[in-house]
């Protein structure tokens, strides 16, 4: 997945997935809470990987984190028009307004609020150029 579109998010709370994403995503996708104040989106396949991360941790390890990262993971299906619900619980914790910016990268996407977006971006490339960034990954 590769991109960044922005949507408007509507009344009820639906995203328009941007039909590029869509093919990878699938009719299904699943959304978590990410690192940061914005969320993954995860196809059926990518989800499973995900899920697998977690295979053989102890309960004293990884218990309180699976438990709340699990409990508010949203399983999310593509209506007719192409949109899915993003619970409230989950824009909040994004911060998710009236715009959302989507974002694609290999193993998932992500959905950002736009303009917290913006800010990122920009002080991400105020921080560094492209050649410092393509010297870090070895290019």
């Known amino acids: 997945m590769t991109g960044k579109y922005n949507h408007g ?3 009820k709370g639906r995203l328009t997935v941007p039909s590029q994403l869509r093919k990878e995503l699938g009719d299904v996708c699943y ?5 940061k104040e914005y969320l993954n989106v995860y196809s059926p396949a990518g989800w499973e990987k995900f899920c697998a991360r977690f295979e053989g941790q102890s309960q004293s390890k990884a218990g309180d984190l699976m438990r709340f990262l699990f409990a508010n993971a949203a399983t999310c299906e593509v209506d007719g028009q192409g949109r899915i619900l993003i619970p409230q619980e989950l ?3 994004a911060g998710i ?9 290999p193993d998932r996407a992500e959905i950002w609020d736009s303009e917290r977006y913006r800010a990122s971006e920009e002080a991400y490339f105020q921080a560094k150029t492209m050649a410092e960034i393509y010297e870090e990954l070895g290019l």
């Open 9 to 11: 998010i509507d009344a």
């Open 97 to 105: 307004g009236k715009n959302a910016t989507v974002v694609g990268l």
């Open 31 to 35: 959304v978590v809470r990410g690192p």
């Open 91 to 93: 824009r909040d914790y």
